[in-house]
């Protein structure tokens, strides 16, 4: 995106005209699309759900949310068990990721004179992560174990780049334990032994930052049964819908604004710039509308679930809970989103207050186009401070994992879906799943309900 300097001392009347057509920048599907999509994902209609995100390729997401587009797209086509589609889509969204994330400095210059749904996005760190986590696992279900750890040793690099990068400063996402424990168990499927011990080892340590930065217990993960001459069945629960983030707008007051943004660590020269911006707003003596994104997690039905399989039974356990990863890294990231939408704001004041005088000057002080461009730039600069809501839609809330050790040969898999009281609410079954010797079945399901 080209970053617009308009001069201070060339602006008339037609400041506000720059500013709304601006309006239609595109934040990506709406609420309304996103609670049909989830209905119909709790409904395990699929298909249908597959189908309305296709159609809203060129609408609803447009080109500046395609990254959205091929994530959104891609978790439908894995529930949907089509792994090939699934991963097509998601390669398009991690190449496309990874370049925008190598523009991120100017990406953020970007994002000054309206907001941050201007810019293309690019995905936040946990998703990012959890792309490659469902790479995998596609494969896995395609039985290719080979092109699986292909996608474990690129979550690899890329956790520990985060590790390089935020781990002094960061106390929550730096490591996925989730992804961690994945590639363990895929590591040891390879019989690459020391890989899958130093794997979880790492999944062990992550687990522990998680009690203390998400509140949620270390689970445990190991297989119930019994061991000689099984095979094992590893059960993945995708459940619930992904928080939504919403925009809140506050009026803060100019010298509010002025210690919020001492209060933080941005980047030099957008601090700077934010800075000569409040000053200059200092002496008008009013306040400033800027939005900050926060999410919502919608509630969901299902708070449990159990497997059952040839007389062994086993709870799932939460190994990933993606709504308080997502609440944790925002929370840690406000400050310097705050401090943009400062800028961002008291620059449209500037420049709406320009036109302003520029028609006083003209007009005078009280004229109605005086009054008019008054009234216009107060609407325009509210209506455009808008927060950047988009989000990874289609993750489920939660991952959960049971492991079971089973005789060889093929059983019926009955799950047992539980509320949050561990009230029955319904039960699904898979026939005929294959168990092998000292070999692992991956099996998943997905609920939204």
């Known amino acids: 995106m080209d970053v617009i300097r308009p001069r201070l001392s060339t602006l008339k009347g037609g400041a506000v005209a720059f500013l709304l057509p601006l309006l239609a920048a595109c934040g990506g599907p709406s609420g309304s699309m996103r609670k049909q999509v989830n209905a119909k994902l709790a409904a395990r209609d699929f298909p249908g759900a597959e189908a309305m995100t296709v159609a809203a390729k060129e609408g609803s997401y447009g080109r500046k949310n395609q990254v959205l587009y091929y994530l959104d797209l891609g978790a439908i086509q894995h529930d949907a068990g089509k792994h090939k589609e699934s991963d097509l889509s998601l390669?398009?969204?991690?190449?496309?990721?990874?370049?925008?994330?190598?523009?991120?400095?100017?990406?953020?210059?970007?994002?000054?004179?309206?907001?941050?749904?201007t810019t293309e996005y690019a995905g936040e760190r946990f998703e990012r992560a959890l792309v490659n986590v469902y790479r995998a696992l596609n494969y896995v279900f395609l039985n290719d174990i080979e092109d699986a750890l292909v996608e474990v040793r690129k979550l690899s690099r890329l956790l520990q780049e985060y590790a390089d990068v935020y781990g002094a400063k960061s106390t929550a996402y730096k490591d996925d334990a989730f992804a961690q424990f994945i590639a363990s168990l895929l590591y040891e499927d390879d019989g690459k032994p020391d890989d899958a011990r130093i794997a979880r080892e790492k999944s062990r340590r992550a687990y522990e930052l998680y009690?203390?930065?998400?509140?949620?217990?270390?689970?445990?993960?190991?297989?119930?049964?019994?061991?000689?001459?099984?095979?094992?069945?590893?059960?993945?629960?995708?459940?619930?819908?992904?928080?939504?983030?919403?925009?809140?707008?506050?009026?803060?007051?100019?010298?509010?604004?002025?210690?919020?943004?001492?209060?933080?660590?941005?980047?030099?020269?957008?601090s700077g710039q934010a800075r000569r911006a409040v000053a200059a707003g200092l002496t008008a003596g009013k306040s400033v509308a800027v939005a900050f994104p926060d999410y919502v997690q919608d509630p969901y039905a299902i708070a449990g679930s159990a497997v059952e399989a040839a007389g062994v039974s086993a709870p799932t356990e939460l190994a990933e809970d993606v709504s308080a990863i997502a609440r944790k890294d925002l929370e840690e990231r406000l400050g310097v989103i705050r401090a943009r939408a400062i800028a961002r704001a008291t620059t449209k004041f500037i420049i709406a207050k320009a036109a302003s005088d520029a028609m006083a000057k003209k007009y005078g002080k009280n004229s109605w186009q005086t009054m008019l461009t008054q009234a216009g730039s107060a609407v325009a600069s509210v209506a455009t401070e808008i927060a950047d809501t988009r989000a990874w839609a289609t993750l489920p809330a939660q991952f959960r994992v049971a492991r079971l050790y089973l005789p060889p040969g093929t059983h019926d898999v009955t799950v047992t879906y539980t509320g949050p009281t561990g009230a029955h609410l319904s039960n699904q079954t898979?026939?005929?799943?294959?168990?092998?010797?000292?070999?692992?079945?991956?099996?998943?399901?997905?609920?939204a309900l």
């Open 430 to 447: 898979f026939k005929g799943v294959t168990i092998r010797k000292g070999r692992r079945t991956y099996l998943r399901d997905r609920t």
């Open 91 to 117: 390669d398009k969204a991690e190449r496309r990721m990874e370049e925008l994330y190598t523009k991120s400095v100017t990406r953020a210059a970007g994002t000054l004179m309206l907001n941050d749904n």
């Open 211 to 270: 009690v203390k930065a998400y509140g949620m217990p270390a689970p445990r993960l190991e297989p119930v049964g019994s061991r000689p001459g099984a095979g094992e069945l590893v059960f993945l629960h995708y459940n619930g819908v992904a928080p939504r983030k919403v925009s809140k707008t506050f009026f803060i007051a100019w010298r509010e604004a002025l210690t919020a943004l001492d209060a933080t660590k941005d980047d030099e020269a957008e």
